[in-house]
């Protein structure tokens, strides 16, 4: 007697319904891949290449052609002039060949360059191989002729071609872990991870800890709520170039508000230089993080709070419960998920902000993160290779929080 049951596998139908949503996916996979998976790659090839900033635009010949002398009668001695450079000051150009129309009605008037010919009305020149930043003048006199100034033409309207060979460093097969090594040599690299870290963890707990007291404040109802909320929320969507102006104005050394209070008040005898000072500056910007990003953490914990049923604390009230235990007890295990999912973006959007400190305190005074590192490698000492390998460390630090954050700290199911 064969067993009879339920039928196994997918149906006709089933599968059909997995291509079409498959077909459905794709664009969307596609357009994911070229926006998030191509840069991404991109950083990891450009961390393990020694490239410099001059290095980003492939290596070409460029030539320039023109007449000097300015002739005006048949018979006026010219020169024919091109004026030749490697566009690469590092990368090597290897079999440069020159071709060109010789012009109608010019007369070779001297010795011509070993390196060149002229056959069938055609200048030919073998020019070797050239170095990063070869530059060269290749001059050839010349007689003009009655045919020349018939012609009314000029020397640059046929166009000239030059070939060669020349490795681009972006798409050879040269790798190098000097970009890694110039990263974790010395101390400096950890003293700016400490300093990320401080700001990181800190900004991200300090934002998460202000906006749940602004939740718990706006959860109740009074004269004026709307107008506080629209208030908690200027810091975040205020420009942030304004309001980090408006900070260093605030607390400026010489004219700041901040430092004449404090010198009326005998609290300082002197102006405190809050944004040059270490470990000052690191502290201000760690707040300056912390009052700009607050309102976003109180817009989600707002929102959980006001879907909690409140006949919990309706039961606790009459059980005798005082507010801290209605946080601590019935609270506070209802936010767990909110706060996690909270402080693991803040932590990530923190670790790689770089906008805030660049214009607060263009990464000085004790307040270089790792992020400032990467433009300062890559723009301001025009090592691509190394500000990418510094971008692969952070993606790196990123990858193990998250790792360890799923791991051991989510206390909400499905994270």
């Not at 104005?249 to 005998?266: E, K």
């Not at 506070?332 to 214009?359: A, C, E, H, M, Y």
């Not at 723009?379 to 692969?392: D, M, Q």
């Not at 460390?393 to 700290?409: H, N, P, R």
Request: glycine share 8%; hydrophobic share 50%; proline share 5%.
């Amino acid at each position: 007697m064969s067993d009879i049951g339920p039928p196994r596998g997918t149906g006709p139908l089933a599968r059909t319904e997995a291509r079409l949503a498959w077909g459905l996916l794709t664009p969307t996979i596609l357009a994911v891949s070229l926006v998030v998976i191509l840069p991404l790659l991109a950083v990891f090839w450009i961390s393990v290449k020694p490239v410099s900033l001059a290095d980003l635009r492939a290596p070409e010949t460029v030539v320039r052609e023109d007449l000097r002398g300015r002739p005006t009668v048949a018979g006026d001695e010219a020169t024919l002039r091109y004026r030749l450079r490697n566009s690469s000051p590092t990368s090597e150009i290897t079999g440069v060949t020159l071709t060109d129309t010789w012009p109608e009605g010019l007369t070779l008037a001297g010795d011509l360059d070993p390196r060149c010919e002229i056959a069938e009305g055609e200048l030919f020149c073998d020019l070797g191989d050239w170095e990063g930043g070869y530059r060269e003048t290749l001059n050839i006199p010349v007689v003009t002729e009655q045919a020349w100034f018939d012609a009314g033409r000029d020397v640059a309207d046929d166009p000239v071609e030059v070939d060669g060979k020349a490795s681009f460093v972006l798409a050879n097969s040269d790798f190098t872990m000097k970009n890694f090594v110039s990263v974790f040599d010395g101390g400096e690299f950890w003293s700016v991870l400490g300093v990320t870290l401080f700001y990181t963890i800190f900004g991200t707990l300090g934002a998460m800890i202000m906006g749940l007291f602004a939740a718990m404040l706006l959860n109740h109802s009074f004269k004026g709520q709307g107008i506080l909320r629209g208030l908690y929320l200027f810091p975040y969507v205020a420009p942030v170039i304004a309001v980090a102006f408006a900070w260093i104005l605030l607390f400026d050394p010489f004219s700041g508000s901040a430092n004449a209070l404090f010198v009326q008040m005998g609290l300082t005898g002197q102006a405190i230089n809050f944004f040059g000072e270490k470990p000052l500056a690191l502290l201000m910007v760690t707040a300056f993080e912390i009052w700009r990003y607050f309102p976003l953490s109180f817009l989600f914990i707002l929102a959980r709070m006001q879907s909690i049923p409140t006949d919990m604390y309706e039961a606790a009230d009459m059980d005798g419960a005082s507010p801290f235990q209605q946080f601590w007890y019935l609270s506070l295990p209802q936010l767990l998920g909110i706060l996690s999912v909270l402080f693991l973006l803040r932590f990530i959007w923190t670790f790689n902000k770089f906008d805030d400190i660049f214009l607060l305190t263009g990464g000085n005074a004790g307040t270089r993160v790792l992020t400032v590192n990467v433009y300062e490698q890559a723009f301001a000492v025009s090592n691509i290779g190394a500000g990418a390998a510094v971008a692969v460390v952070i993606f790196g630090c990123l990858l193990l929080f998250s790792v360890f954050f799923f791991k051991f700290m989510s206390k909400e199911e499905g994270l």
